[in-house]
């Protein structure tokens, strides 16, 4: 097994630096990857066993997220969908060469399109509104193109982004995988955040 904690070390997750400045002015103008550090490590693995060769993430903020996970694992395609909100705090997205960003929607019109030119995807992330509609909406859009399995970002439901996702997680049928971790680096013993990862219980379904 790899170690994938030492290999993250270099990366500024949600700490309690950050948490603070967000209970004390909402989100700060500062790159980080909106994760409590212990999911990721254990996400890290999960790909490793399961041999996760292609990734989309849905919601990326500055990017942080898939350029590490693109690091990791050299994924034969990696991919990435926002709608920029980064920018609005005067932050850049800094994609590593070689990962294919659509900067929009992911319930536009257009976003099919550029998903189906994708082809198979072996891991969907889908981290961008967590409102159950939107992420209800996400999950329609994109189990319809071929992949092995999709996750969600916030089936635990906190102060922030409220309990839409984990309503979703709670009523999703098919195989489903959580990764929960205590947010040690905010200094708390509870789970934030959590990692649904889904596949349908047959093929047919998916
Ligand atoms: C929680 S942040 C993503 C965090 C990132 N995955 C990470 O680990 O650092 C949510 C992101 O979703 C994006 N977003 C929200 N709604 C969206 C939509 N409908 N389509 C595309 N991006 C969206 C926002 O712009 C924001 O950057």
């Known amino acids: 097994m790899r170690g994938f904690a030492d290999e993250l070390k270099d990366i500024r997750f949600w700490d309690s630096g950050i ?31 399961n041999r996760i060769k292609s990734y989309l993430e849905i919601g990326i903020w500055t990017g942080g997220l898939v350029n ?23 932050l850049e997205i800094n994609l590593a060469p070689g990962i294919l960003f659509y900067e929009g929607n992911s319930h536009s019109p257009i976003y099919p399109n550029w ?21 209800k909406r996400d999950f329609a859009i994109n189990r319809k193109f071929p992949h092995r399995y999709i996750a969600f970002q916030g089936i635990v439901a906190n102060k922030y982004t409220g309990d839409g996702v984990k309503q979703f997680w709670t009523e999703l049928e098919g195989e489903k995988f959580e990764i929960v971790r205590p947010h040690t680096e905010i200094g708390s013993s509870e789970p934030t955040m959590g990692i649904g990862i889904w596949r349908a219980a047959n093929k047919s379904q998916s």
Do not use: N
């Open 115 to 135: 998903r189906r030119k994708l082809g198979q995807i072996d891991l969907t992330l889908i981290d961008a509104s967590h409102s159950y509609e939107d992420v």
């Open 68 to 90: 590490l996970l693109h690091r990791c694992f050299k994924f034969q395609r990696t991919a990435a969908c926002d709608i920029g909100a980064a920018r609005l705090f005067s």
């Open 19 to 49: 948490e603070k400045l967000i209970e004390e002015q909402g989100l700060p103008a500062i790159d980080f990857v909106m994760q409590t550090r212990e999911e990721i490590i254990a996400l890290c693995e999960w790909i490793d066993e």
